[in-house]
């Protein structure tokens, strides 16, 4: 995820600092400095769109693909394997449970 930011602001201006971290949880750290172009909500409560960054309860991040359904989130996340893990050396598709997420930034340009 600090990967695409990266890449999505590289040849933009913004009025938010871009996030320097790989740790889940340190993205809430960096969203709640920022501006209110970077929304932080925690918890959710099932507000999640497409394009929004999702941290997990154990410590993971993706990015949302698709809107909620059936107490499930599509989703895009890197360092994961077929099982899962948040150790993994590969980006895959994931569906993981609502009830996994712990908080979501929104980013609005």
Known sequence: ICW???EAMKDSSYTFKRPTTASAWGFEEWAAK??????LKKP???DIKAGDIVMFTFSHI???IGEPHDGYIDTIEGNTDG???R????????KRKLSAIRSRIRITV
Do not use: Y
């Not at 920022?34 to 929304?39: G, Y």
């Not at 150790?87 to 994931?94: D, S, T």
């Open 83 to 85: 099982q899962g893990s």
């Open 87 to 94: 150790e993994g050396g590969a980006v895959l598709q994931k």
């Open 44 to 46: 959710h409560k099932d």
């Open 34 to 39: 920022q501006n209110n172009k970077v929304q």
């Open 4 to 6: 695409l930011m990266r």
């Open 62 to 64: 993706g990015l949302a």
